[in-house]
């Protein structure tokens, strides 16, 4: 069994949908209503959401009803300092303090480290706190999940996924203290695999803007799981659906009993 309450699941794996959009980018599509779309996801049973400490307070009630565990956010992350839209440069800032994460107890922390700013000051702050959370965290029995994502202009959107880019980035948030990595699938186990492999942590995929392919994102995760890796922490391709009950159904299926996408989603 897991050292981590996160993955002390029957198959040590975990899948997580994340909901802490909201905190940078404000009202998204299929997140307007707040308590609808937490309650269309928590009807598949995901084993963790992942949410602002804020909204974990808000809808307590809710999270209280259900069986699915919290993870919070620990950070501000926006594409834009005019609210709701995506025009750069990223907006980060440590935004939670430890005590306030903890109120909520949780199963995780995660923050987001960010390669490729041209702002060597921001990605100083952002490797200060990094840190500071991890310290702050020692001797609680809640790991801090590092997301390492190369969303900076140094970095062009076609390396985000690049096999040297993730397998270094991954690198520098264990180094860094993470006791969990929350990272970006590669796209093939080849290139996967060794990533997983070399980490000392264990290592969830993430998943970024809706492709608005179920099917294509159930087959990432297939083949990040048939790579070594833990679970997912997802949101979008799982809440800006039709049905995200099913899709966190479709996915559990696939993280813990290793059920094949087409076995699950039918293209």
């Not at 993730?166 to 990272?183: F, H, P, Q, S, T």
Request: with cysteine; hydrophobic share 40%.
């Amino acid at each position: 069994m897991s050292e981590f309450d996160l993955l002390d699941t029957d198959s040590g794996n975990a899948v997580v949908v994340a909901l802490d959009h909201g905190i940078g980018m404000g009202a998204m599509d299929g997140f307007e209503d707040p308590q609808a779309t937490l309650e269309a996801v928590l009807a598949g049973e995901p084993d963790g959401v992942l949410v602002g400490p804020y909204f974990a307070e808000r809808f307590a009630d809710t999270f209280a009803a259900s069986s699915t565990d919290v993870l919070v956010t620990a950070d501000f992350v926006s594409p834009s300092s005019r609210p709701g839209e995506d025009i750069g440069p990223w907006v980060q800032q440590h935004a939670f303090d430890t005590d306030r994460l903890l109120a909520c107890d949780p199963v995780g922390v995660k923050s987001v480290l960010a390669f490729g700013r041209q702002d060597s000051q921001s990605f100083e702050r952002n490797v200060d706190y990094i840190t500071d959370i991890t310290e702050s965290l020692r001797g609680t029995g809640v790991p801090h999940i590092v997301e390492t994502v190369m969303w900076g202009n140094d970095v062009p959107d076609r390396f985000e996924t690049d096999r040297e880019y993730v397998a270094n980035a991954c690198r520098i948030g264990w180094e860094l203290g993470a006791d969990i990595l929350k990272a970006p699938y590669t796209g093939d186990r080849d290139s996967f695999e060794p990533i997983v492999e070399n980490a000392p942590v264990p290592v969830m995929i993430l998943g970024g803007p809706s492709s608005g392919s179920v099917r294509a994102m159930l087959d990432d995760v297939a083949g990040a799981m048939a790579s070594g890796a833990r679970g997912l922490v997802i949101g979008r391709s799982i809440w800006q659906t039709e049905d995200p009950a099913a899709v966190v159904s479709a996915l559990h299926r696939i993280v813990h009993d290793s059920a094949a996408p087409e076995a699950v989603w039918p293209a």
